[in-house]
Nanobody
Framework: VQLQASGGGLVQAGGSLRLSCAFS????????MGWFRQAPGKEREFVAA????????DYVDSVKGRFTISRDNSKGMGYLQMNSLKPEDTAVYYC??????????????????WGQGTLVTVSS
């Protein structure tokens, strides 16, 4: 089972980026999907998650109204649309998948598959 994240890059404050996450090796629809990020010198933190069916989403307060998580189970793909980016959004972003997260979508240890990370840099 693998996840491959892509779409990171350098963007000015106020700009947008769309991250993608490709899932392979299992049935994507069986897993909750999440996005986490890790800034230099900080711990990896929860950003957003989406339920198996895509009908339920969770966000950390700092990105609500700016970021949108989505998924396409038929393609095995997950996405994170990031708008109105701020310098404090600069981090390596990781997608992750879990068979056991259920409603506890913010807990890192419940995610058993992780992508390699993609760097997002927001300049001021």
């Amino acid at each position: 089972v693998q996840l491959q994240a892509s779409g990171g890059g350098l963007v000015q404050a106020g700009g947008s980026l769309r991250l993608s996450c490709a899932f392979s090796g299992d049935i994507f629809a069986y897993r909750t999907m999440g996005w986490f990020r890790q800034a230099p010198g900080k711990e990896r933190e929860f950003v957003a998650a989406i339920s198996r069916s895509g009908t339920s989403t969770d966000y950390v307060d700092s990105v609500k109204g700016r970021f949108t998580i989505s998924r396409d189970n038929s393609k095995g793909m997950g996405y994170l649309q990031m708008n109105s980016l701020k310098p404090e959004d600069t981090a390596v972003y990781y997608c992750a998948a879990s068979v056991s997260a259920g409603r506890q979508t913010t807990i890192k240890s419940l995610y058993d598959v992780w992508g390699q990370g993609t760097l997002v840099t927001v300049s001021s």
